[in-house]
């Protein structure tokens, strides 16, 4: 069996499902950056793929779970797991809370309330992002910065959800 080519275990496109919709701008500036952040760098490999990719990957929520859809640069279907988001509902609800927080600082506080709560916000991401990996773990080979990324698009799509 011949050996897989790293530089080939990533994704090329990423497609959020159409029921998501629009949200606001913050939200959707977030969105957009870690699309863009995710398809300029990351590291991404199925378990059970034993070929290379590139590869795509289709982000959707069913009944509460998280569908990762993932095929190949040409559209041919690798794998699809689901993933319950329970483990990551209070995560993301503090997430979004101190988004929140984070969005009306900028507008109104001091550098150093900025900071702390940037902190705080960036904590709770990693967090959310080390959850990710390991609920991947043995399905789809990430690194931390990728699953940086896919977590902020999980919580896009569970806050339209």
């Known amino acids: 069996m011949k050996a897989r080519d790293p530089s080939k275990a990533r994704l090329v496109d990423i497609e959020l499902d159409e029921s998501i919709g629009r949200s606001t701008p913050d939200i959707e500036h977030e969105r957009a950056v ?7 760098e990351n590291s991404f490999q199925p378990a059970d793929d034993a070929a290379s990719g590139p590869y795509r990957l289709k982000l959707s929520l069913v009944d509460s779970r998280l569908v990762l ?39 109104s506080s001091t550098p150093s309330k900025i900071e702390a709560i940037d902190m705080g916000r960036r904590g709770l991401h990693n967090e959310g992002s080390q959850t990710l990996k390991d609920r991947l773990a043995g399905k789809i080979e990430i690194d931390f910065d990728t699953s940086r990324r896919l977590f902020t698009l999980i919580c896009v799509l569970h806050w339209r959800g």
Do not use: N, W
């Open 34 to 40: 870690a699309i863009f952040d995710l398809l300029e």
């Open 69 to 107: 859809a993932v095929s190949r640069e040409d559209g041919r279907e690798v794998i699809t797991h689901i993933l319950s988001l329970t483990p990551f509902r209070r995560i993301v609800k503090d997430y979004f809370m101190i988004c929140e927080s984070y969005y009306e600082a900028i507008r």
